[in-house]
């Protein structure tokens, strides 16, 4: 059954203001601009030698994690009260929690989470890629 689109327009509905770009701000998501392009290394390594990942199994409603989320982790800084933790439990396994105080011992602190929001299926190719 084909669906109808309605031409009435909704009271809820708030448009957006047109803002205008210049052409420099029309980049479309094909464009390769080097000049633009972020280094994710720079952007998520805070200290290169102290820095891992941690994929998550498992996940923390509370602190807003989900299993599969990867954790960005750094060994190096000082624990502030409400970072979230990298530690060892008694078994051994590393586990996330929140920190409770200042200079909270830990093995490392989550700098950044890693969400993936859609698997990579479907990847179109550009044309003459192999």
């Known amino acids: 059954m084909p669906v109808k689109h309605s031409t009435k ?4 509905v708030i448009p957006f203001p047109q803002i205008e770009r210049s052409p420099r701000e029309r980049a ?4 390769d601009d080097d000049d633009e392009r ?14 891992f990942v941690i994929d998550l199994v498992g996940g923390d409603d509370e602190l807003g994690l989900s299993s599969g989320d990867k954790l960005m982790a750094d060994r190096s800084l000082c624990v502030i009260r409400g970072d979230i933790l ?3 439990d008694s078994s051994g396994d590393l586990v996330t929690r929140q920190a ?18 859609r698997p990579p299926v479907g990847i179109k190719r550009k ?3 192999r």
Request: glycine residues 4%.
């Open 9 to 12: 327009q909704n009271s809820n």
């Open 28 to 31: 479309t998501l094909g464009d």
């Open 38 to 51: 972020i280094d994710l290394n720079k952007l998520l390594i805070y200290h290169r030698n102290d820095c």
């Open 86 to 88: 990298v530690v060892e």
């Open 100 to 117: 409770e105080y200042n200079n909270q011992p830990c093995a490392a602190v989550v700098t950044h989470i890693i969400k993936t929001l």
């Open 127 to 129: 044309r003459g890629a």
